[in-house]
Structures are given as structure tokens and as C-alpha cells.
């Protein structure tokens, strides 16, 4: 089963939000067809900076104080799935909105693992036997690492905490608990911001449009096919 969950900003993280869409319509605006060509990667880099907002603000202003919306969402869906008894997987692409999950889940005194790219292939093997045999609740991976060779079957509620560009990875992702020895239904959970670059990704996918088939060619690739007007479609949120 799956579930997209919406959460909406506060005031705070919405006027960061709004300034961010229209710094990035200006640079693009500015640029020709040749310039827009030829800085593509400023842009993705500027796409992740809006990415990270609707995550956290705090992923990308170090001294951001305000509101975080889905990370009050995502902790109120972790412990309801704690309180029904269930053991969840979460993940996130950005391995610092991990960190700043650990520091939530510490302060509530909610027990987790956690698996990143970094994680020996040792200890990863130790971590996913002490989950499946125990009774952890919680297991934080960043996607890419939990993308593929983790059998976690010990959960059956999963949580995307950011859409990723490639749909096939996060659904690798939610085959960690999926895996042959798997008892139970498992739920797949999917955060999105609403009325923001998350939602309209999740529409195209929907949609399976060629925009969506090339946004999902891959990690970085799909700027390579995009001109400039599909990427202002792109950052309009009233056309999702």
C-alpha cells in the first residue's frame, strides 16, 4: 500500500520557499538558451538548495530557527506507526536530514539505527541482523545506501522522506522491506511538500509525461533535456 502524505509550510518556511523559486526563475530568465546550456550544474545546484528547504531549512541556512514542517509531519507519522505496534524504514537523500532526524528522535527518546554511505559493509550486515532480530523501532539510510543488498524485512511501514529525481531508486528502496521471508503488508509512506517542486515531480510521475521521462533518467541527467521553459514549468507550482 502506498500514501502520500502533504504537509503545508508556515509562514516562515513559506517566504524562504517563495524567495528561493524566484531567485532561481530570475537566473534562468536571464540566461540564453547558450548560457542556460552552459550552467546547468549552478542550476541543479540551486534546484537542490529548493529541495532542501521544503526538507529543512536549516539544510541550507545555518542559522534558520523557524518552523520545519516535515519534520513535525514525519515524527507524528513515526511514533503513530510505533504506537500501532509497526517498525519502520526511513529515507532521505540528503544524509545531513538524517543528522537532523538522530537529534528529533534523541530528544523524543525514540531508538533508531542508522545506515549511510559511509557505513562499513560490516557493520551494515550487523546493523540489518540486529534490526531484523530485535525490536529497534526506527532504521534511518540514506537512499543511495539503502538502495540495494539490505534485506529489511524486520519493518513493514516505510517512509520516503524526500521524493528522489529517479523513481526506480526509491522503489529499490522500498524493496529493503519487501524482501522473500516479508510476513506482513507493507505501507509506503511518501512526504511531499505541497504546492512545491516536490508535488509537481510526484504529478509528472504520475503522468508519466516525457518531461517526467526525462527528469527520471537519472541522477543528474535529466537537466541535460530540459530547456529552459520545461524547467520554469518545472518551478511553477500553480501548474502542478
Not at 112 to 125: N, Q, W
Not at 230 to 240: I, K, M
Request: charged residues 25%.
Amino acid at each position: 500500500m502506498e500514501e502520500i502524505r502533504y504537509v503545508k509550510f508556515e509562514d516562515t518556511q513559506q517566504k524562504l520557499y517563495d524567495g528561493q523559486v524566484l531567485h532561481l526563475k530570475q537566473v534562468i530568465s536571464e540566461q540564453d538558451n547558450q548560457e542556460f546550456n552552459k550552467n546547468k550544474l549552478q542550476v541543479l545546484a540551486e534546484i537542490t538548495k529548493l529541495r532542501q528547504i521544503c526538507c529543512d531549512p536549516s539544510l541550507c541556512f545555518e542559522h534558520y530557527r523557524g518552523e520545519a514542517a516535515k519534520v513535525d509531519a514525519c515524527l507524528d507519522l513515526v511514533q503513530s506507526a510505533m504506537d500501532g505496534g509497526h517498525r519502520i524504514l526511513l529515507f532521505s537523500q540528503f544524509t545531513s536530514m538524517l543528522d537532523i532526524l538522530k537529534e528529533n528522535f534523541d530528544k523524543a527518546g525514540i531508538p533508531y539505527f542508522l545506515i549511510t554511505g559511509s557505513t562499513a559493509k560490516e557493520k551494515r550486515l550487523e546493523l540489518v541482523r540486529e534490526f531484523n532480530e530485535g525490536d529497534t523501532p526506527v532504521f534511518l539510510i540514506s537512499l543511495k545506501a539503502g538502495g540495494v543488498g539490505l534485506n529489511l524485512t524486520g519493518a513493514d511501514v516505510v517512509i520516503h522522506y524526500d521524493p528522489w529525481w529517479n523513481q526506480a531508486v526509491q522503489n529499490q528502496a522500498t524493496d529493503r522491506a519487501h524482501r522473500i521471508g516479508q510476513t506482513r503488508k507493507v505501507t509506503v509512506y511518501k512526504l511531499l511538500a505541497k504546492n512545491t517542486i516536490e508535488e509537481k515531480i510526484q504529478k509528472l510521475q504520475e503522468k508519466k509525461t516525457d518531461l517526467a521521462t526525462q527528469i527520471l533518467s537519472g541522477e543528474n541527467g535529466y537537466l541535460g533535456s530540459m530547456n529552459r521553459d520545461e524547467l520554469l514549468e518545472l518551478l511553477d507550482s500553480n501548474q502542478a
